[in-house]
């Protein structure tokens, strides 16, 4: 059955798509430039979809799954393509989507963040990219970490979930520690880094309480993080970050953050010009006024800086929106979309 997977993942990719969804009563399913397409009319029956995803986990891994019913795990089909894989239960029945990886990691020019290259000479600090799921933020921060690998060196550690993209560094040294096989818990492996010595740390996703304390702390104590968060624009991120917190805790977090945060880079994807999909993005930039604004609980005023600080390197995404249109890279009909969508 592991070839029957093989097959349709290495037909996903060569198709182009970026996701591949495998569920009881839908055809096999390829989401391409952000649109589901139905591969054929087939329908996937109980017991293709259980053996579908029997033969791309290992027998320990299928037992946990059978037990937990959720499963986050990573999979290589033999001509290298890789993926990211979360298999789950769905009205009593398993189910699967697949995202997958690229294989080259892509230069900051590919990907229209060039301007940002900025932050990959910050020393220490929190930088966040953020945005839905899909908005691309695990390909942003990629390019980020590969930048600063390729230029910089210096000792980089990723915790992730699992790993994505490989990087590469004849600078300096690189350790990919994936959730599940090299560590347990996100909050236990973000304490323990620090007696591992490194310069840059990588957060895949800061989930909960416990791990984005964690990652503040790191932040404060000499070291470059980055992270990601499913928050859709910066003043939600910064309203996310503190209200996970207990009351009591708030106004802590408020200084821990105005002190440690340097950027919050939100985005989404939008349909493209020429085809495809483009990332359309808001920066947020703490400056001294954004660091009062943190610290002081007047989120709300965020959204004048944001307006106001393009010669400090903000962007709202209506300015970038307008970026996109003069560029051609996006056509008239997307760009009245964007303004509607705000």
Known sequence: MSSVANT??????????????IAVGSPIIFRKDG???????????VAKVDAFIKSILSAAKYKQFKEEKEMDTSYST????????????ERGNSSLAARIIPDKVPSLEDIGIEDLEYLCDE???LILFTGPTGAGKSTSLAAMIQHIATHKGGHIVTLEDPVEFVFKSEKGLIRQRQLGRDFLEFPAALRGVLRQDP????VGEMRDLETIAAALTL????????????????????????????PHQQQQIRTQLSLSLRAIVAQRLVPCAHGGRTAQREVLINTPAVANIIRDNRTPELKSVL????DTGMCTFGKHAKELLKNGEIDKETYEWMKNEG
């Open 35 to 45: 649109e589901l397409q139905h591969q054929g009319k087939q329908k996937n029956t």
């Open 8 to 21: 349709i993942f290495n037909k996903a990719a060569k198709a182009g798509a970026s996701d591949v969804h």
């Open 199 to 202: 310069n840059i740390i990588m």
């Open 78 to 89: 033999p001509t290298g393509i890789r993926l990211r894989i979360n298999c789950h239960y």
């Open 123 to 125: 020393k220490e600090g």
């Open 219 to 246: 932040a404060e104590t000499g070291h470059l993080v980055f992270a990601t968060l499913h928050t859709p624009n910066a003043m939600q991120t910064i309203d996310r970050i503190v209200d996970v917190f207990p």
């Open 307 to 310: 307006q106001t600080g393009r």
